[in-house]
């Protein structure tokens, strides 16, 4: 008897092993850097690649150039806004991105000094659903403040910051995860903790905007650049 009950413990061991060795171990991976696009602004005309408005009732051609401040897109500050359910806004820069998972760069110029002044970037669905980054004034302060809005219910996690009138943005989303960044030289970048999930279906934009929701005075926000760069997942090959 004792016997039998070794041969059965025997048996569901080599059962076990065997179950262990059929099981496939998913393979280290790595983001590598893939497709670059980028526009630095320096044509005399903004490049076909845009949308802007992004219906024809909001775009206002008079308040934006890309000669005014040669090599940088200017965008004039105006009382549109696209917070929860006040979407009204004026000259939205769209740019469609075409991969899944991907980082954006820009580097702005500006100085907000009064309440709800802000430029930057989104990452953009629809009006009720995006996640933003942008140099902002808000209070008595002035703020980095990323962002994100999900069917028209948002939710800011501002950062206060030392007062500057330039600011590197950067946001990436992997594998339906944002994260956000910011850096004054855009050589050394301060990451931000919150890093929400979105659960988007279609088209993602890349979006460039400069917004005065509150007391509508008009200053210029400066864009130098935009660079959007493919992340793409490769199994890490072992050398020996």
């Not at 897109?73 to 009204?88: A, C, E």
């Not at 980095?144 to 219910?153: F, K, M, Q, Y």
Request: net charge negative; proline share 4%; charged share 20%.
């Amino acid at each position: 008897m004792q016997t039998r009950k070794y041969l059965v413990l025997i048996l569901i061991v080599i059962a076990a092993l065997s179950m262990q060795g059929c099981t496939e171990v998913e393979p280290a991976r790595e983001l590598v850097r893939r497709q670059i696009f980028r526009d630095d602004f320096d044509a005399v005309v903004l490049a076909d690649h845009w949308l802007v408005g992004p219906e024809d009732g909001q775009r206002y051609d008079d308040l934006w150039s890309v000669t005014k401040n040669q090599g940088f897109l200017t965008v004039t500050t105006q009382p549109g806004d696209f917070h929860q359910t006040n979407n009204n806004p004026v000259n939205l820069f769209l740019y469609q991105v075409r991969y899944e998972n991907f980082e954006v760069v820009t580097h702005i110029l500006f100085q907000p000094e009064q309440e709800g002044e802000q430029a930057g970037i989104l990452l953009y669905q629809d009006m009720d659903n995006f996640a933003g980054l942008a140099l902002a004034h808000t209070g008595s302060r002035q703020v980095v403040e990323p962002g994100l809005e999900t069917n028209a219910v948002y939710t800011s996690w501002a950062k206060n910051i030392f007062k500057t009138n330039e600011m590197y943005l950067k946001m990436t989303l992997i594998d339906n995860q944002i994260s956000y960044a910011f850096s004054r030289d855009g050589i050394s970048w301060t990451n931000i903790k919150e890093r929400p999930y979105v659960s988007w279906e279609g088209p993602v934009y890349v979006v460039l905007y400069a917004i005065c929701p509150v007391n509508g005075r008009e200053i210029d926000a400066q864009f130098d650049y935009v660079e959007v760069t493919e992340l793409e997942w490769e199994p890490i090959i072992e050398t020996i």
